[in-house]
Nanobody
Framework: QVQLRELGGGLVQAGDSLRISCVVS????????LGWFRQAPGKEREFVSG????????KYADPVKDRFTIVMDNAKNTAYLQMNSLKFEDTAVYYC???????????????????WGQGAQVTVSS
């Protein structure tokens, strides 16, 4: 099994940058994919970004392309989501998710992930 713990989050102004982290622990000896999802009040959970390990293939949702960057620090077993040029509509609870896989593909559907963190609130004031 995999355990995930999000770190970071907080209140920022529109245009600011913020980095949130996902610490991965447990059985990470096999290949897996790690994804970031977010859920705003009254809305469904949506895919933001993901990365495969190994392979480091990345995927981004259209609303965050060119603004967000996902990286994996293998030495720290931590994935980072660097968020730049934040907008009010980026306000949400951000969740880290993982699933074991041998495919170098990043799923963008929440139901395809088996492990989830507790979430981190990101609030962007306009």
């Amino acid at each position: 099994q995999v355990q995930l713990r999000e770190l970071g989050g907080g209140l920022v102004q529109a245009g600011d940058s913020l980095r949130i982290s996902c610490v991965v622990s447990g059985d990470i000896s096999t290949s897996y994919v790690l994804g970031w999802f977010r859920q705003a009040p009254g809305k469904e959970r949506e895919f933001v970004s993901g990365i495969t390990w190994p392979g480091r293939i990345t995927k981004y949702a259209d609303p965050v392309k060119d603004r967000f960057t996902i990286v994996m620090d293998n030495a720290k077993n931590t994935a980072y989501l660097q968020m730049n040029s934040l907008k009010f509509e980026d306000t949400a609870v951000y969740y880290c998710a993982a699933r074991y896989t041998v495919l170098l593909v990043v799923p963008n559907i929440a139901q395809q992930y088996d492990y989830w963190g507790q979430g981190a609130q990101v609030t962007v004031s306009s």
